[in-house]
Each structure stands twice: as structure tokens, then as C-alpha cells.
């Protein structure tokens, strides 16, 4: 007898196939039977007439290294039909950890990730790990409602082996190297799927200083990246310098694109490992994009195996009043912004008030590295700052930007931008669109999407969580790209789950899931596509220490199945918790 019969749905395979109609049968875990018309007993049957069905999505690019502590449904991602995650990305992570060397890397990740400092420190386990087999260990030791897989992160290599000298950057020495080298080692014989780094001068912890690994020498990352050959097992995830631009800011990348892309040509070819690494659309450089694609294209005809990690919508910095917003380190509103949220607005309100905050100065905060200098950014964004309205339009026109809509009321874009903050009761939500949006529209994302060899991540799934919300990508692929785009082409729904499902769990080597085949793990999705929708957003203060973060509710997942378990039923969690670790 099945335990489930999920009868009569549009099955897109992830195989990249034409949709059918058909029946799967699940049984211990696994899709036992695949037909057109399953006539065994089940204990359960769901109706999926109408749905789509679809494998369980994979999630390459998450930053639940510290959530993984506190929370066992795992949002945003458990919500939008993910049903594994890769997490360790960008070479931050919290393992190994020295004991009492936590402080360290919650610098990192904060002023990386955006998560809350206080978050970490009161949510994470500490002291239940040091080493990365420990850390793995941990985490088996739990359930969640997804399969959790997880990276080696350069930085808390370097941290734990060269303390303070890895943390300014200072040079490894070769005794510094061979330890680093036999850490990543231990922890892929021990079950990582990779290692990851981050080389861009961007990623600087909450003091302002780039986080370890930043300016590693050349013979320092092959050597950590050998450790993948000896053991041929493995992906190296990569940020590389220059992916959003020269950072002059921040005093400049110190390595160009072409010396990235050949040193992750050398190591694909050397090791004979993947490489993923970040590829965006950027302001400095637009089409230089499509000249890093061409290249890729050649070396991997020449044997390496590069596979630029790409998004599917703009890169989006978020602004509300309860997240960060233009007008936050004004020193009128830094008297009000403990107030609780009601008076604080009815403050805002008052006209001597809102005369004194727009004539304010900034005060700068404490850490030069904190996430809290996002309002500069606010501060220059007009044109291309949106309202998020309902139904969100992802690919605005420039008539809709702020620049625009204030000059058409005859306002300063802070007198429209703060008036805009305070209506209706403060719940108003604006985005501003930088990477991939360059020219208005979302053309260069469908080329990057279709290309063959991208693969689909930067989701950022549990970071970013009061500033950037991707993690809803999957549902957004679906809707956005196979179905409502209106400025341009769209990408067929069986090329799109393909590429979130099977191309993803490929990459990392889960080659037991991320198809709809027979003696495949049953994670799979039921979907009302048609009435598959992105809703609201919404602030919660469900984090450790009442930290704040933003999610996005999706409609239309009738049921999601994690390892032939249902944990979700209508849109709600079911309270299962059938996840567990990804072993490489």
C-alpha cells in the first residue's frame, strides 16, 4: 500500500520536459510509482486536478547558519516550496568556532548578512560546537520541515586558525595554509557540500573592515579549493570582486572581473570541481554581464565548469518605518524611535516634527560597519525608488519612480518620501531597484535566466531580513516569469521549475532529489498555479530578542511533501518535521 497518491496533476517533471498529466505514488519516503493512472491503495490521496506538480525546490544560496539554532520550520523558505536549502554562502557561517569566539563571527555575519547581532547571540547554541563535524553533527541531531545542506565558510576558517590575524587580513603564512587546508578537508570527508569564499570589498563585518579571506592570496584559495581534488567532492561558491561595481567607496576591488574569472577558471580545471559564483547586472558596467557569460561559455568548452549564480528579479533594498528608511539617523527622529510604533508616528505626524527631521542632521551610528548606513543609499535613490503596491509591479516604468512622483506633486523627494512613510498608519512599503535594473526593465535577467549554464540563487533566504526580500524567489520565478510578465518575454514554467529543482540539486550533488522520477526522495509540490500569488509584506518581531525581519506570504501551495511528508497543507505548516542533513 502507498502512503500517498497524489492523482490526476499537471506533472512538470523538472526534467525539463513538456507537462502531462499523470499520477505519483509515495511510499517510505521515496516516489515508488510514476503513471498515468496509479491503481494501488493509498493510506492518503490528494486530488491534484487542476495543480501543477512539481519537485521540491532547492534553494542554492541561504544564510541559515544561525537560524538553524532557533527555528525548525525555516522561513521564508518553507513557504514558497523550497524543500532543501544549501546554506554557508559568501565564506560566512559559524563553524568552526573557537570556545567563547562567537563575537567574531556574529561581527561577520552581521555586517554581511544584516542579521541581528542580538538575534545570534541569544538564538545560536553556543558551545554546542566548535568543529565543522561538530556543527554538521548538531545539526543532524535536529529536525526541521526541510533538508538542510551546508558550505565550509572561509572566513570562520581563517578566524578559528589565524585569530586576529585573519580577521585584518594579514597573509597566511604555509603553516597558517596546511591548518586551513586540513579544516576544509575534515569537513567535507565529514559531509559539506562545499566551500565558500567572498572577495569583494563590499562584505565587511559591523567595525567596517572586510571580513577573512577578502584579500587571500592567490596560493592560499587553491589550496583550500585542493582539498576538493584530493577528495573529488565538493562545490567552491564564490563572491568575486567587482560583481556589483569598483566599490570606490569602500577604497576600490583590488582585483578586476578578468582576474577573478581566471582564477575560477584555474581552480574549476584544477580541481575538477564546480564553481558558482555570483553574476549581476550593474550600474558601472551594464553589459559587462553578457561579456563574463561569453567567457564562461568558452572556458567551459575549454573543461572548466563554471556556473554564474544569477537572480530572477532586481537586487531590492526595502524602506518602511518599522525597517530602514532615509530619515532614520536623524537626530529628531533618534529621540522618537523608542517610543512604541503608534506614538512614535503620531509624532512624525506633527508638523514642527516633521519640519525638524527633514532639516536634520545624520548621526552616524556606532559600528561604521552596520547596515544602518543603508540610509545614505535612500538618500540618492529617488529614481529608482517604487512603491510596493498590491498587486506588486516587479518591472516598474520610470514615470513610477519617487524622483518622478514628487515632481509631478511639486514636492523635495524627502518632503514626498517622508509623507509617503507616514501614511496609512506607517504600513507604506517602497523598493529600490538597483542591480539588473539598469535600463528599466527586465531584460538582461531573462537573458541571464535563460542562458545554460546559470544557475538560479542569490535568494539570501534568512539574511538581509529587514532590507532585502528574495527569498520568496521560487514562487516569484513561477508567477513572474511564466506567467505575468507584461514588458517582455516570459520563460516557459517547465524551463523555470527545471532550473530551481533539478539544475540546483545537480549542481550541489543531491542527486537523489530534485526530479519527479521513480526511487527519488518524494519532495515535491502541489500547486494551484493559476491562482498561485505574492502577498503583502509583513514585519515580524519573531526573531531572538524581538528582532525584526520582513516576509512575504505566498497562495496557492495546496500541499508541499518533504521526504514523503506533507508539512504543508493549504498555504500553513503542518507542524511535521521530516528534514534532515545533507550529507555530501
Given at each position: 500500500m502507498l502512503d500517498t497518491l497524489i492523482k490526476g496533476g499537471t506533472i512538470v517533471d523538472g526534467l525539463g520536459g513538456a507537462p502531462r498529466i499523470g499520477d505519483i505514488g509515495i511510499k517510505d519516503g521515496l516516489i515508488v510509482e510514476l503513471g498515468d493512472a496509479i491503481v494501488a491503495d493509498a493510506k492518503a490521496v490528494l486530488n491534484a486536478a487542476g495543480a501543477i506538480v512539481?519537485?521540491?525546490?532547492?534553494?542554492?544560496?541561504?544564510?541559515?547558519?544561525?537560524?538553524?539554532?532557533?527555528?525548525?520550520?525555516?522561513?521564508p523558505s518553507a513557504s514558497h516550496g523550497v524543500t532543501s536549502v544549501v546554506m554557508g554562502n559568501c565564506g560566512v557561517g559559524f563553524a568552526p568556532v573557537s570556545p567563547g569566539g562567537e563575537r567574531d563571527l556574529i561581527e561577520v555575519m552581521e555586517g554581511v548578512e544584516d542579521i541581528p547581532g542580538t538575534a545570534l547571540y541569544e538564538g545560536i547554541e553556543w558551545g554546542a560546537w566548535e568543529t565543522f563535524p561538530e556543527y554538521l553533527d548538531y545539526i543532524d541531531s535536529r529536525k526541521y520541515a526541510l533538508n538542510i545542506g551546508t558550505q565550509i565558510p572561509h572566513a570562520a576558517v581563517r578566524n578559528y586558525v589565524m585569530g586576529e590575524r585573519g580577521r585584518t587580513n594579514e597573509p597566511a603564512t604555509a603553516d597558517d595554509i596546511a591548518k586551513m587546508r586540513d579544516i576544509v578537508a575534515g569537513g567535507l570527508k565529514a559531509g559539506a557540500l562545499g566551500f565558500s569564499s567572498s572577495r569583494t570589498i563590499g562584505h565587511r563585518s559591523t567595525k567596517g573592515v572586510s571580513i577573512p579571506g577578502t584579500f587571500a592570496a592567490e596560493e592560499e584559495v587553491i589550496a583550500l579549493t585542493d582539498a576538493m581534488k584530493s577528495l573529488d567532492k565538493g562545490v567552491f561558491e564564490l563572491i568575486p570582486a567587482g560583481v556589483i561595481g569598483d566599490l570606490e567607496q569602500f577604497g576600490g576591488e583590488q582585483r578586476s572581473t578578468e582576474e577573478e574569472l581566471d582564477l575560477m577558471t584555474r581552480i574549476s580545471k584544477a580541481t575538477g570541481r564546480p564553481v558558482t559564483f555570483t553574476l549581476l547586472q550593474h550600474a558601472e558596467a551594464q553589459e559587462e554581464w553578457r561579456r563574463i557569460l561569453d567567457q564562461v561559455s568558452t572556458a567551459?568548452?575549454?573543461?572548466?565548469?563554471?556556473?554564474?549564480?544569477?537572480?530572477?528579479?532586481p537586487i531590492g533594498l526595502v524602506t518602511n518605518l518599522k525597517t530602514y528608511h532615509l530619515f532614520q539617523r536623524r537626530e529628531t527622529f533618534l529621540r522618537l524611535a523608542e517610543l512604541p510604533f503608534d506614538e512614535m508616528l503620531t509624532e512624525m505626524k506633527k508638523p514642527d516634527v516633521r519640519a525638524a527631521i527633514l532639516s536634520d542632521r545624520n548621526i552616524k551610528p556606532e559600528l561604521p560597519g552596520t547596515m544602518e548606513n543603508v540610509h545614505e543609499v535612500f538618500k540618492i535613490a529617488g529614481a529608482v525608488l517604487f512603491e510596493i503596491e498590491d498587486p506588486i509591479d516587479y518591472e516598474p516604468t520610470p514615470d513610477k519612480s519617487f524622483a518622478e512622483r514628487a515632481k509631478r506633486a511639486n514636492q523635495d523627494y524627502e518632503e514626498y518620501m517622508y509623507d509617503f512613510l507616514i501614511q496609512d498608519d506607517g504600513s507604506r512599503f517602497a523598493i529600490m531597484l538597483s542591480s539588473n535594473f539598469c535600463s528599466y526593465n527586465h531584460d538582461a535577467i531573462y537573458e541571464m535566466l535563460s542562458h545554460p549554464e546559470t544557475v538560479t540563487g542569490l535568494s539570501?533566504?534568512?539574511?538581509?531580513?529587514?532590507?532585502?526580500?528574495?527569498?520568496?524567489?521560487?514562487?516569484?520565478?513561477?508567477?513572474?516569469?511564466?506567467?505575468?510578465?507584461?514588458?517582455?518575454?516570459?520563460?516557459?514554467?517547465?524551463?523555470?521549475?527545471?532550473?530551481?529543482?533539478?539544475?540546483?540539486?545537480?549542481?550541489?550533488?543531491?542527486?537523489?532529489?530534485?526530479?519527479?522520477?521513480?526511487?527519488?526522495?518524494?519532495?515535491?509540490?502541489?500547486?494551484?498555479?493559476?491562482?498561485?500569488?505574492?502577498?503583502?509584506?509583513?514585519?515580524?518581531?519573531?526573531?531572538?530578542?524581538?528582532?525584526?525581519?520582513?516576509?512575504?506570504?505566498?497562495?496557492?501551495?495546496?500541499?508541499?511533501?518533504?521526504?514523503?511528508?506533507?508539512?504543508?497543507?493549504?498555504?500553513?505548516?503542518?507542524?511535521?518535521?521530516?528534514?534532515q542533513l545533507l550529507r555530501g
Open positions: 512539481t519537485p521540491g525546490f532547492v534553494d542554492i544560496h541561504t544564510h541559515y547558519d544561525g537560524q538553524i539554532s532557533w527555528d525548525d520550520e525555516m522561513n567551459n568548452q575549454n573543461g572548466a565548469n563554471l556556473h554564474p549564480q544569477v537572480a530572477s528579479r539570501d533566504a534568512g539574511a538581509h531580513v529587514t532590507l532585502i526580500f528574495d527569498g520568496v524567489a521560487p514562487t516569484y520565478q513561477m508567477t513572474h516569469w511564466s506567467r505575468d510578465r507584461t514588458r517582455g518575454q516570459r520563460i516557459p514554467l517547465e524551463f523555470i521549475v527545471q532550473k530551481q529543482s533539478y539544475k540546483n540539486a545537480q549542481l550541489y550533488g543531491l542527486h537523489d532529489r530534485g526530479s519527479l522520477e521513480v526511487g527519488k526522495c518524494a519532495d515535491i509540490n502541489v500547486i494551484d498555479f493559476e491562482e498561485l500569488q505574492l502577498l503583502g509584506l509583513e514585519v515580524h518581531a519573531d526573531l531572538p530578542a524581538g528582532g525584526k525581519r520582513i516576509l512575504q506570504p505566498a497562495k496557492g501551495y495546496i500541499a508541499t511533501f518533504v521526504n514523503g511528508v506533507k508539512t504543508r497543507e493549504n498555504d500553513r505548516d503542518t507542524g511535521a518535521r521530516p528534514g
